[in-house]
């Protein structure tokens, strides 16, 4: 059954007007998605805010000047698996099935990609993917397994799994420039989905960035050192501080002869037990490991300096609202040096859609798996449906259809990505999908029944950085959350944020009496959702 069946309608731009054609087959536009993982709003220069002046990404923010930037882009659940199922298949959480990280995913549901090839358009995934089993609908397909590494990554593909050399986010690049120039198709529209690791925990840039923020002071938040007062127990228990989570050695690079000794006894455990060394991903010392020696040199080289400064100081000033502070500095650069990395090579794909003249007839479009904390709560890493995590980028770039330098401000979500790609290629949505394409929207016409209301539901809880289950709604002003289940006392606690007069989401006025009206007005908006969305009633976590 379809939705709806979408005429081939391609917006155009021009002449100071906006208006729809009707595109003949051959003239379907190609589709190139550049996704990345973690990427915070804070760090992309045409967002504005605090980091602006670092000027972290001139390529992005050329594209949002040639096209259009939508400010409020929200995720449906803010962590990478759930949010890239959502991605394919257009649906929230609950419906395919991926609700956190650690289960399967269903490779056999619908996707759009099956779609897509269905009506004739090659298709490509590169890069993160992080839903294990073998991609479907693709041509060709090119993953990182799980997390993935940043120096000579393993990728998977139906050829089974190989090691590269390099740098994880110029690979990714190589791999999607050589598939558009020699690896698909040329008679037929194309849909590429270039997706990087960068710029995702443990932070490493490449070589040539390591140093690239040494010697610049990094705006702090106003909200480094939140007390966390006015909220309830998710925002106190929740482990991921800059103070106490971050690890010294694989998250500030830091390393002290206590590191060299535990490293030296996990390691022996793990050459023991028969496991494979250096492993890929996910352990502590193991992506310092996967870097040659030559690239470790210049890793430590370029912090050498400072890192003995702090090591004077002893391991307890590291906790010390100084230490914090240099906590900050630390994880930032670092972060923003893989920023730095992801926007280099998002210039590469410009100019080469340029050079080839394939830019004429392809949108390019880039957003992230979902926002992050760059220090706002004293946090690092995402989950909760406060802001910064909540929201991610969208960036939408495509001259001469596209009015320069727009800004959409609609509530967008990412159940909305499958169904604009679809609509772009003038092929059939199916009905189970839960979005709406953003098409007429990036012709600058927002149908006059656009969603005023967003759902959001968070799963992943007992887990890393303990952040108790989560749902909510938000009306582009005001944001009721509700955490539950385990972890909760009672089971069930409230908040509300008006993010007008509190943007930053500091006071929770849940309890306040002159919100009743308010509350209930919400409280029967998040139950019409969970309706509309057909969530399952019981959401107990238990
Ligand atoms: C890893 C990270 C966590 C992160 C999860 C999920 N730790 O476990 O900090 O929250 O991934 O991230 S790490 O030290 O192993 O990098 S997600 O983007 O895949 O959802
Ligand atoms: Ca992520």
């Not at 840039?205 to 610049?216: C, D, F, I, S």
């Not at 400064?309 to 893989?338: F, N």
């Not at 953003?438 to 952040?467: F, M």
Request: proline residues 5%.
């Amino acid at each position: 059954m379809l939705k709806k069946v979408i005429l081939r309608t391609i917006v155009l731009w021009g002449a100071g007007a906006a208006m729809a054609l009707q595109a003949a087959p051959e003239n379907r536009p190609n589709i190139l998605w550049i996704f990345s993982d973690d990427h915070s709003i804070q760090t992309i220069g045409s967002y504005g805010g605090r980091l602006q002046k670092l000027n972290p990404t001139p390529n992005l923010d050329r594209i949002a000047k040639e096209g259009m930037r939508f400010d409020r882009c929200y995720v449906g659940n803010s962590i990478c698996a759930p949010s890239r199922a959502t991605l394919l298949t257009g649906k929230h959480s609950h419906l395919h099935g991926k609700i956190d990280n650690q289960g399967g995913f269903n490779h056999n549901q619908q996707q759009f990609q099956k779609i897509l090839q269905k009506n004739g358009y090659q298709t490509a995934m590169i890069g993160k993917i992080h839903l294990n089993g073998k991609m479907q609908g693709f041509d060709h397909w090119e993953v990182l397994p799980g997390q993935g590494d940043y120096y000579q990554p393993n990728f998977i593909s139906g050829k089974g799994m190989y090691t590269e050399e390099g740098y994880v986010t110029d690979i990714i690049t190589d791999k999607a420039l050589k598939w558009l120039d020699s690896g698909r198709d040329k008679d037929k529209p194309f849909m590429v989905m270039i997706h990087h690791k960068a710029a995702h925990r443990s932070w490493m840039p490449a070589l040539r960035h390591v140093g690239m923020y040494e010697n610049l002071f990094i705006p702090e938040p106003d909200s480094l050192f939140d007390d966390y007062a006015t909220r309830g127990v998710a925002a106190h228990s929740a482990t991921m501080t800059i103070r106490d989570e971050m690890r010294l050695e694989s998250d500030l690079k830091l390393y002290t002869p206590k590191s060299w000794e535990k490293y030296e006894a996990e390691k022996k455990k793990m050459i023991a037990a028969g496991k494979p060394f250096p492993p890929a991903g996910g352990w502590e010392f193991g992506a310092y490991f996967r870097m040659t020696p030559e690239q470790r040199k210049v890793w430590d080289d370029a912090r050498e300096a400072s890192n003995q400064k702090i090591l004077a100081k002893g391991e307890a000033w590291l906790k010390t609202p100084e230490g914090v502070k240099w906590r900050y500095q630390r994880y930032m650069k670092d972060y923003l040096g893989c920023i730095a990395s992801l926007d280099e090579n998002i210039g590469r794909v410009l100019d080469y859609l340029a050079e080839s003249g394939l830019d004429k007839n392809t949108i390019v479009m880039y957003s992230s798996d979902q926002g992050f904390y760059m220090g706002e709560h004293g946090w690092f890493d995402k989950r909760f449906m406060y802001e910064e995590s909540f929201r991610t980028p969208l960036i939408a770039y495509w001259p001469g259809h596209i009015k320069p330098g727009s800004v959409n401000t609609d509530l967008v979500q990412n159940i909305d990505f499958a169904e604009t790609f679809l609509d772009l290629a003038g092929a059939p949505v199916p009905d189970d999908m839960q979005g709406r394409s953003l098409v007429p929207l990036l012709a600058g016409k927002t149908p006059k029944d656009w969603r005023e209301s967003l759902y959001y539901h968070y799963y992943e809880y007992p887990a890393i950085h303990n952040v108790r289950r989560h749902e909510g709604v938000f009306n582009g002003r005001f944001k009721l959350i509700r955490f539950y289940g385990k972890g909760v006392p009672n089971g069930e606690e409230w908040e509300l944020f008006d993010i007008e007069k509190d943007p930053e989401e500091m006071n929770n006025v849940y309890g306040n009496p002159e919100y009743t009206a308010k509350i209930a007005e919400l409280k029967k908006e998040l139950q019409r959702l969970r309706e509309v969305y057909e969530v399952p009633e019981d959401t107990s976590g238990e």
